[in-house]
């Protein structure tokens, strides 16, 4: 049952209402409040770019450090027509996707086939939880160079860091989710007759499905922040290179673009997240006031 549903049951409705009149209701409900949340949406990032641009003008900042975004789209419409000083943007962008792409694949296979099988097998997560303690308290930032001095400046180095990133993240939480499933479910399947491998597929991983997603949300801004780190510290191409060019030569308008860029790319990427979670979890109830 949705939001919309919830609220409209608890208005008022004449007696004999039908269930094709409630139901009427409760869409044009779920559709004025996704037009208010759109509304509320882009009315504070106007009045964030609003107020920004005419802070720079009034003098307020100095747009040598926090460039209006009057000139930072300037510089994004000059990369995407023109390209940049590296070569075309569109070929930048390509390569950090193909990193964080692979990264996050890879990152998010191994995290949940690992935090499933440490989840159903005590004994083994107690031998090996040190050892995952004591990885994950590395700082990310540190395996940079040391990926860069052993895989290179190409593109494994970047798969490797954005890898990191993100298995931690799915690992903890599959790891976790399989650890949370409903033990009367599970015994449920026992007295059935559920070997362990059915019992993990059909019943353990799809408890943990919320859990999983849940971590695969957040982990691919991860991949991108690996991504990016790696290109930063050492790379030929890539957002990272760019900002780290814009750096140098203190271009703050181009360190804004390439932010820009990828806050963009990581929205579309939850959004085709949440589309995907919808499609395979469509036996999950709805989360109440959930907007898209």
Same mark, same amino acid.
């Given at each position: 049952?949705?939001?919309?549903?919830?609220?409209?049951?608890?208005?008022?409705?004449?007696?004999?209402?039908?269930?094709?009149?409630?139901?009427?209701?409760?869409?044009?409900?779920?559709?004025?409040?996704?037009?208010?949340?759109?509304?509320?949406?882009?009315?504070?990032?106007?009045?964030?770019?609003?107020?920004?641009?005419?802070?720079?003008?009034?003098?307020?900042?100095?747009?040598?450090?926090?460039?209006?975004?009057?000139? !930072?789209?300037?510089?994004?419409?000059?990369?995407?027509?023109?390209?940049?000083?590296?070569?075309?943007?569109?070929?930048?962008?390509?390569?950090?996707?193909?990193?964080?792409?692979?990264?996050?694949?890879?990152?998010?296979?191994?995290?949940?086939?690992?935090?499933?099988?440490?989840?159903?097998?005590?004994?083994?997560?107690?031998?090996?939880? !040190?050892?995952?303690?004591? #990885?994950?308290?590395?700082?990310?930032?540190?395996?940079?160079?040391?990926?860069?001095?052993?895989?290179?400046?190409?593109?494994?180095?970047?798969?490797?860091?954005?890898?990191?990133?993100?298995?931690?993240?799915?690992?903890?939480?599959?790891? *976790?989710?399989?650890?949370?499933?409903?033990?009367?479910?599970?015994?449920?399947?026992?007295?059935?007759?559920?070997?362990?491998? *059915?019992?993990?597929?059909?019943?353990?991983?799809?408890?943990?499905?919320?859990?999983?997603?849940?971590?695969?949300?957040?982990?691919?801004?991860?991949? !991108?922040?690996?991504? #990016?780190?790696?290109?930063?510290?050492?790379?030929?191409?890539?957002?990272?290179?760019?900002?780290?060019?814009?750096?140098?030569?203190?271009?703050?308008?181009?360190?804004?673009?390439?932010?820009?860029?990828?806050?963009?790319?990581?929205?579309?990427?939850?959004?085709?997240?949440?589309?995907?979670?919808?499609?395979?979890?469509?036996?999950?109830? *709805?989360?109440?006031?959930?907007? *898209?």
């Amino acid at each position: 049952m949705t939001d919309a549903t919830i609220n409209i049951s608890t208005a008022n409705f004449r007696p004999g209402t039908s269930d094709a009149e409630i139901e009427a209701a409760a869409a044009k409900a779920a559709v004025n409040r996704r037009r208010t949340v759109l509304f509320w949406r882009l009315g504070i990032l106007i009045a964030f770019l609003g107020s920004w641009e005419l802070a720079g003008h009034m003098g307020w900042i100095d747009p040598f450090f926090y460039a209006m975004p009057s000139t !930072i789209a300037g510089r994004l419409y000059e990369w995407m027509t023109e390209g940049t000083s590296e070569g075309p943007l569109w070929y930048h962008l390509y390569v950090t996707m193909e990193e964080s792409v692979l990264g996050f694949v890879t990152g998010s296979v191994a995290g949940i086939i690992i935090g499933v099988a440490l989840g159903r097998n005590r004994m083994a997560a107690d031998i090996f939880s !040190i050892y995952i303690k004591l #990885i994950n308290s590395i700082p990310r930032v540190v395996l940079a160079p040391i990926f860069i001095m052993i895989l290179g400046l190409g593109l494994a180095s970047k798969v490797a860091l954005a890898f990191v990133m993100v298995f931690f993240v799915v690992f903890h939480n599959a790891f *976790q989710g399989v650890r949370e499933a409903d033990r009367a479910m599970i015994a449920n399947a026992r007295i059935l007759g559920a070997s362990d491998w *059915q019992l993990t597929r059909s019943v353990i991983v799809p408890s943990a499905m919320s859990w999983i997603f849940a971590s695969l949300h957040v982990s691919f801004g991860f991949a !991108i922040i690996g991504a #990016i780190v790696g290109e930063f510290v050492g790379s030929r191409f890539g957002i990272g290179l760019l900002i780290n060019i814009a750096k140098g030569s203190f271009d703050a308008a181009g360190m804004y673009a390439a932010i820009v860029i990828v806050m963009v790319v990581a929205l579309g990427a939850e959004y085709l997240m949440t589309l995907v979670e919808n499609r395979l979890a469509k036996w999950r109830p *709805q989360p109440l006031h959930e907007t *898209q």
